[in-house]
């Protein structure tokens, strides 16, 4: 029998296993089956899958080999967590389902050449270097410049970056410091450090030494977990000024309605829920109004902001906007506007920066892909990346929209001035274009790592889910089911507390120090193995 096929079996095993870690990776991201720990994040798994991936990584005869290795894994990890952007496509959008099936497959197929490419050069640089600590420290800065790459480039798509997965894990105590890339990085510390423990390059079993690199880690989790800023944040400034009584809506209106049959019954819903309130601050979710204000009914805005012109209470509401430039051409923002007491019109804006492709921009040479899709696309012009925060009741509340709280290297950038620094964060979202789905648990853990490692409270008002409130501590305190219409109203205290480490250093150089670290890292490994090469 030829050789090439005695292995087809063994290869083909070993690819099964690779997409089956890549989707145990994806669920530890949110738990996608019912049960008791339906929606939750786990540290636990993520880890046990990054491991099995360093093994199979470390089992690799060739660089064509890790390249395959890391593509199958990351082709199933990114495929299993991002498979319900097919319902935006298919059910909402009307692309044919072959197609929307294939664009997803693409998408996750082209992210995971990232990863392909970090296996490659991890093969590279070392097939010959049997340190333990070595190896686990290259892996994890070619990790982490994977997850940075996919995270920034062509505007960035870092959803379920593998740091995610920790938001209720013990490493979660380094967000504040090193944000969710770093946690991404030091998780593929770990599963590296335990691969090659465990399993070296040439089967060697653990030494005395990876069992002390062991407990070192284990006294650096723990000193870290006791020193966190999370164990102190948010205590003495909360005890200074009295509680905000806040009200967040879910109108629960169906995504194949908002913007045809259930225009009318939205803006019923939700004029009545604004003008009956009282609390002290009422949010729609993101384009809760879904048309410009001169498509209104007649007598519909005018009666809103006369509701609250007068008294002590403001409302925060999604809708598109539009506005002349200094050339005259009309700009389409999706913004959220304020009503406030005694305020002129317009007084507080807030204008969506990070905007979605093929949602809200058509990225060049795509215009043919969006018009396979019957679904209101808006070619919208951004806001600046930072912008002012909404001034109530003694609190800063930063708005972001949709999956803005997905990047926290541009949030952070608030917090360059102490003196205008957020108290409070606020999304407004609207994920009903992607069903019933694990979409929502994993939009609602991105929120969560946003607080860990910003230190402020996140309030979210969602059309369909999860409308919550998350505190400092990155703890959901009041949510409202999935699925439903209704109000969550809810005490909250804002955090005026000093910004967290993490904050400070992004505001400052955003990601760049994670570079060069990274660089540095891939450099002394370098110079080592060049120092190590046969001279000739």
Not at 351 to 371: I, S
């Amino acid at each position: 029998m030829h050789a090439s096929s005695r292995h087809t079996p063994q290869r083909l095993g070993r690819v099964v296993f690779l997409l089956v870690l890549g989707v145990a990776q994806a669920f530890a991201m949110a738990w996608p089956f019912p049960g008791a720990w339906q929606g939750h994040s786990s540290g636990w798994l993520q880890l046990l899958s990054l491991s099995g991936f360093a093994m199979l990584l470390q089992r690799s005869d060739t660089a064509k080999q890790a390249f395959g290795c890391g593509w199958w894994f990351a082709c199933a990890w990114l495929g299993g967590s991002i498979w319900w952007l097919y319902i935006s496509m298919h059910v909402y959008g009307g692309m044919p389902g072959g197609l929307a099936a294939l664009a997803v497959f693409l998408l996750a197929a082209g992210l995971a050449l990232f990863y392909a490419a970090a296996s490659w050069a991890y093969h590279r640089l070392c097939a010959a270097e049997a340190g333990v600590m070595s190896r686990a420290l290259t892996f994890s800065a070619l990790w982490l410049l994977a997850e940075l790459t996919r995270g920034t480039l062509w505007t960035g798509f870092p959803w379920a970056a593998a740091g995610y997965a920790h938001v209720d894990s013990v490493l979660r105590e380094w967000a504040p410091w090193v944000g969710v890339y770093g946690l991404s990085a030091i998780s593929a510390w770990l599963a590296m450090l335990l691969a090659a423990s465990w399993h070296g390059p040439r089967g060697a079993r653990p030494t005395w030494r990876s069992v002390t690199w062991w407990l070192t880690i284990g006294c650096a989790l723990v000193g870290t977990w006791v020193a966190s800023p999370l164990r102190h944040s948010g205590i003495e400034s909360n005890q200074r000024k009295p509680a905000l009584t806040i009200t967040l809506l879910q109108g629960n209106v169906p995504q194949d309605l908002k913007f045809g049959e259930g225009v009318g019954l939205a803006l019923h819903d939700y004029r009545e829920a604004l003008l009956h309130n009282t609390s002290d601050l009422i949010v729609t979710p993101e384009t809760a109004v879904p048309l410009l204000r001169d498509y209104l009914p007649d007598g519909y805005w005018p009666l809103l902001q006369q509701r609250y012109a007068q008294g002590q209470q403001a409302a925060l509401i999604g809708l598109p906007l539009s506005a002349p430039d200094d050339t005259g051409v009309h700009r389409y923002t999706n913004s959220a506007l304020a009503l406030l007491p005694g305020a002129a019109a317009d007084a507080y804006r807030y204008d969506k920066h990070h905007l979605v492709p093929f949602g809200e921009f058509v990225p060049p040479m795509f215009r043919w892909f969006v018009q396979l899709m019957h679904i209101p696309l808006g070619d919208f012009s951004r806001g600046q990346v930072v912008q002012l925060p909404l001034l109530w009741h003694g609190e800063r509340i930063a708005p972001n929209i949709c999956f803005e709280d997905l990047f926290g290297e541009e949030l952070a950038q608030n917090f360059a001035n102490p003196e205008t620094s957020p108290t409070l964060l606020l999304n407004l979202s609207n994920i009903a274009w992607f069903g019933d789905t694990v979409a929502i648990d994993q939009h609602l853990h991105i929120s969560r790592m946003r607080t860990l490692e910003l230190g402020r409270p996140m309030l979210r008002a969602t059309n369909t889910g999860a409308t919550a409130i998350i505190n400092a501590q990155g703890v959901v305190t009041h949510r409202l089911p999935s699925g439903v219409k209704g109000a969550l109203t809810a005490q909250v205290l804002g955090v005026d507390g000093p910004a967290t480490p993490y904050a400070r250093w992004v505001s400052a150089w955003g990601l760049w120090p994670l570079v060069v670290w990274a660089g540095l890292v891939l450099s002394a490994v370098a110079w080592r193995a060049l120092r190590k090469s046969p001279r000739k």
